[in-house]
C-alpha cells in the first residue's frame, strides 16, 4: 500500500530557507515521478515543482524558480523541496505527490495518484 509522509514544515520569517521531505513507501521510488504541490486556504491546489524517474529532469512553476530546488534520495526514498527566499505568498500547506512511471501533465493534479497529508509552511514577520 503507497504511503507518504511529508515532513519540515514550520513557521518562518521572510528571506527564509526550510527544507521539507516526502518519505514515499509501498511503491518502487526509482520509476516515480515526484510532484510538489501547495494549497493555500480558499485556494485550488497549485503546482509547484516536479521531477521524473528520469536523472535531471525537473520543472518548476514560475513563482518558484530559483528559490525552490526538487532533489530526491533513492536509497532513502524521500524527495526533497528545498524552498529559499521565502515569501509570505509561499505560506500554505505544501504536498508531496507520487505518479508510478508518470512522464507528463507533471503539472497538473490530476496526473497523481497517491498525495501525502501534507506540511504547513507559513512565512511571516
Known amino acids: 500500500q503507497a504511503r507518504l509522509v511529508e515532513s519540515g514544515g514550520g513557521l518562518v520569517q521572510p528571506g527564509a530557507s526550510l527544507n521539507v521531505s516526502c518519505v514515499v513507501s509501498?511503491?518502487?521510488?526509482?520509476?516515480?515521478?515526484v510532484g510538489w504541490f501547495l494549497q493555500a486556504p480558499g485556494k485550488e491546489r497549485e503546482f509547484v515543482a516536479a521531477?521524473?524517474?528520469?536523472?535531471?529532469?525537473?520543472t518548476y512553476a514560475d513563482s518558484v524558480k530559483g528559490r525552490f530546488t526538487i532533489s530526491r534520495d533513492r536509497a532513502k526514498k524521500t524527495s526533497y523541496l528545498q524552498m529559499t527566499g521565502l515569501i509570505p505568498e509561499d505560506t500554505a500547506a505544501y504536498y508531496c505527490?507520487?505518479?508510478?512511471?508518470?512522464?507528463?501533465?507533471?503539472?497538473?493534479?490530476?496526473?497523481?495518484?497517491?498525495w501525502g497529508q501534507g506540511t504547513q509552511v507559513t512565512v511571516s514577520a
Open positions: 505527490a507520487v505518479n508510478p512511471f508518470g512522464r507528463s501533465g507533471l503539472n497538473l493534479p490530476r496526473t497523481y495518484p497517491y
Open positions: 509501498g511503491l518502487t521510488f526509482n520509476w516515480l515521478a
Open positions: 521531477s521524473n524517474w528520469i536523472p535531471d529532469n525537473t
